[in-house]
């Protein structure tokens, strides 16, 4: 295997993983009830099924898994400048947010973990960035690559991850009130503001 074909390959996998991040929350927010009677017992089913998506979603790509757009090394370099905001992101939105969060555990079992809605940080200026530094992960892959597979799980996490934060802003306006509702007016979801007010 040649190394374009072993990064295109990486670069599938990283993608279909990515791609179906909010897959798994369409499995936890509308049943979310149901889980937190089973506390962090849900992910004894929720991971797997997720790990069903990403099989699907790399699956099915698979046979275009050599059908490029492009096909350039020099496309590397403004994917690098993506992968390195996508970290940057990633760095400034897990300060100040634990695994509990990240992983939904605080909403699977909100009377054993703080219940905080976090506004300061990157959160300032953006409500959702772990999703903004995932689409950036995303454009880099996409752009290094070339790969049409890549674009079309962009496009899918693009339109799956817009109703996903829809649902994610109910539950977080049913356990936050007024609070979320007034950040919300304030903040953007995934476009972030360059300045604070």
């Not at 699907?56 to 096909?71: N, Q, T, V």
């Not at 689409?135 to 817009?162: D, K, N, R, S």
Request: net charge positive.
């Amino acid at each position: 295997m040649n190394p374009r074909a072993i990064v295109d390959l990486v670069a599938l996998l990283a993608c279909s993983l990515y791609g179906t991040i909010p897959l798994f929350w369409f499995v936890v927010h509308p049943f979310v009830e149901r889980w937190r009677r089973r506390g962090r017992r849900a992910y004894v089913f929720i991971v797997p099924v997720w790990g069903g998506f990403i099989a699907i979603a790399f699956l099915a790509m698979w046979p275009f898994r050599s059908a490029h757009l492009y096909a350039n090394w020099f496309a590397w370099a403004p994917a690098a400048i993506f992968f390195l905001l996508g970290f940057s992101i990633y760095r400034a939105a897990f300060q100040k947010f634990d695994r509990t969060k990240v992983s939904g555990l605080a909403e699977l079992e909100p009377d054993r973990h703080r219940q905080q809605l976090i506004t300061t940080g990157i959160r300032a200026r953006v409500r959702h960035p772990i999703y903004l530094g995932h689409l950036c992960e995303i454009a880099g892959w996409c752009i290094g690559t070339g790969l049409v597979a890549l674009y079309v799980l962009a496009i899918f996490a693009v339109i799956t991850g817009a109703v996903m934060i829809r649902m994610e802003d109910r539950e977080l306006e049913a356990r936050f009130g007024e609070a979320f509702r007034a950040y919300r007016q304030r903040v953007p979801g995934v476009v972030p503001r360059l300045r604070k007010d």
